[in-house]
């Protein structure tokens, strides 16, 4: 067995150097497509959180007319408590919301010295469960009366969904072109590597070594390049994470960062990723060369 | 040890190999496969490693079923036959020991094993003096004695020879044919492919001659051709 190892541990030595510069190109492409892989997860993560974060705060407001009946103002009350996509509501007064005003521009006392206390509108603050249904609300409320006007901020949030569907979908494109040519150029290596040794391969034939034996070496060979590929993807990801995300990020802003946690969940699936690269190239390149 | 029972191989297009070949090999013969270029010498060889399926017909070897063995058993009966070309087939950045023990390694022999047998055999062909040369450093002869040592070190039941004296001098031929007589003295059964009449005459063992791919004649004690 020791000596098995070693046969094995030895050809794939020289494999790899034989084709030295097919297999640094194989590796740089499991490398980049499981970067990509990975940073189109982690990036993703990140604008979930962000969401998240921003979806807490999202409310839709209704702002009421001044002069608005006790009536109107109970019924529209009781309208949207039994509404089932609300999930809370806080009035806020004329005087609340004047305050808040003070609060918001206090570094502009001029504005805030032009606006009497009675010019802003009483409002319903309505938190929704989903912040995806502010179109149904809208029209249910819509053209009730006492209503001034009624505004939301999902807008934003819709845009950054969209930034992040994209961001996502073209970084997994461009990751599967990659990963088709990291297929492909493992396979050339192995298939290089059967040519080169054609010769060994078909006295091995003949002397009766078994079709894993005389395969093996090439699994390897492509399972080292898949996973040494997936290793410096991971590394790769790691210094994204804490040169960009880490330092980058709250230095702009307040905003929840994705941790090392997020990061670890992606190891497994990234070195799967290698290992899987390898195994489909190598199956590809020995179907056709090593058949008995 | 070797029997063929109404063997036919066709390749595409009709080109007929071998046609309706019966035939037996018993244990320890000495055997001749004797015909011109073309006539199914090596189809016959081919067969009985399994690199090639016949068209019809069955054929046996070592008491097994070739025709019916799965392809995941073909490295088992590959190792029961020691195979030697014209070509010799050697490794050329390897040593005659390398070569020979190369044979043992790749079907998972033991270091103790492998250390013990090559030597051996090596010195049974002899070249005991040129363990560590390598085959460009060698005669023809020479690199035919590896090739043999190569295929006899695994101690196969039957040895199949194509055409091993086809690119030797008749001297030199004459040095393997003993080699290979010595080998089948031992109990191996050799199966030799050849169209050097010279030798098939002088050996005096079994012939079978092909033609077209059918057996014309099978002959023990036989000679390369009627009165030639």
Do not use: C
Request: no cysteine; net charge positive.
């Amino acid at each position: 067995m020791a000596r098995r190892l070693d046969y094995y541990f030895h050809e794939t030595a020289t494999g790899l150097r034989r084709n030295a510069l097919v297999a640094f190109a194989a590796i740089t492409t499991v490398f980049i497509s499981l970067f990509l892989l990975g940073g189109a997860q982690l990036i993703g993560r990140q604008i979930n959180l962000i969401i998240d974060q921003q979806t807490e705060r999202v409310e839709v407001s209704v702002y009421l007319v001044d002069n608005i009946s006790k009536s109107d103002f109970t019924r529209l009350n009781q309208m949207l408590h039994s509404m089932p996509q609300v999930e809370s509501i806080r009035y806020e007064t004329k005087q609340e919301a004047y305050q808040r005003f003070k609060e918001l521009f206090k570094n502009q006392p001029d504005l805030v010295n032009n606006v009497s206390p009675n010019a802003l509108p009483a409002s319903f603050r309505v938190k929704l469960k989903n912040s995806e249904q502010f179109g149904v609300i809208k029209a249910q409320l819509e053209g009730q009366p006492g209503i001034d006007t009624i505004k939301d901020q999902s807008e934003i949030l819709n845009r950054l969904f969209a930034v992040s569907r994209a961001l996502r979908y073209g970084a997994y494109g461009v990751s599967a072109i990659m990963i088709l040519s990291a297929i492909g150029l493992i396979a050339n290596t192995v298939r290089m590597g059967i040519f080169a040794r054609r010769k060994e391969i078909g006295i091995m034939r003949l002397v009766g070594a078994t079709n894993w034996f005389i395969r093996v070496p090439f699994l390897i060979e492509a399972l080292f390049e898949g996973v040494l590929g997936a290793l410096l993807a991971i590394g790769g990801l790691y210094i994204l994470k804490n040169i960009f995300f880490n330092q980058f990020l709250p230095a702009i802003s307040f905003l929840p960062v994705v941790t090392t946690q997020d990061l670890l969940a992606l190891v497994p699936v990234i070195l799967l990723g290698g290992v899987v690269v390898a195994l489909v190239a190598s199956w590809l390149a020995m179907r056709r060369f090593l058949e008995v | 040890m070797i029997k063929f029972q109404n063997v036919t191989k066709t390749y595409k297009e009709s080109v007929v190999a071998l046609e309706d070949v019966s035939l037996e090999i018993s244990k320890g013969e000495f055997v001749f496969i004797v015909g011109p270029s073309g006539s199914g010498k090596s189809t016959f060889i081919r067969l009985l490693l399994k690199e090639e399926e016949p068209t019809a017909g069955s054929l046996w070897v070592a008491g097994k079923n070739v025709t019916r063995l799965s392809r995941w058993k073909i490295p088992e009966l590959r190792r029961n036959l020691g195979t030697v070309f014209q070509d010799f087939k050697l490794l050329p950045n390897k040593t005659v020991f390398q070569n020979v023990a190369f044979a043992l390694e790749v079907i998972g022999k033991q270091k103790h094993i492998i250390d013990q047998r090559v030597p051996e055999i090596i010195e049974l062909v002899g070249l005991g003096e040129k363990l560590n040369n390598l085959p460009e450093e060698l005669s023809g002869g020479e690199q035919q004695r590896v090739s043999i040592a190569r295929a006899f070190v695994n101690r196969p039941l039957i040895l199949l020879a194509d055409e091993p004296t086809g690119n030797l001098d008749p001297a030199t031929s004459v040095e393997i044919m003993k080699l290979l007589d010595r080998i089948n003295r031992i109990g191996t059964t050799v199966i030799m492919a050849t169209h050097d009449n010279a030798i098939v005459d002088a050996m005096r063992r079994r012939v079978i001659e092909l033609d077209d791919g059918r057996v014309i004649r099978d002959q023990s004690r036989g000679v390369y051709g009627y009165g030639a």
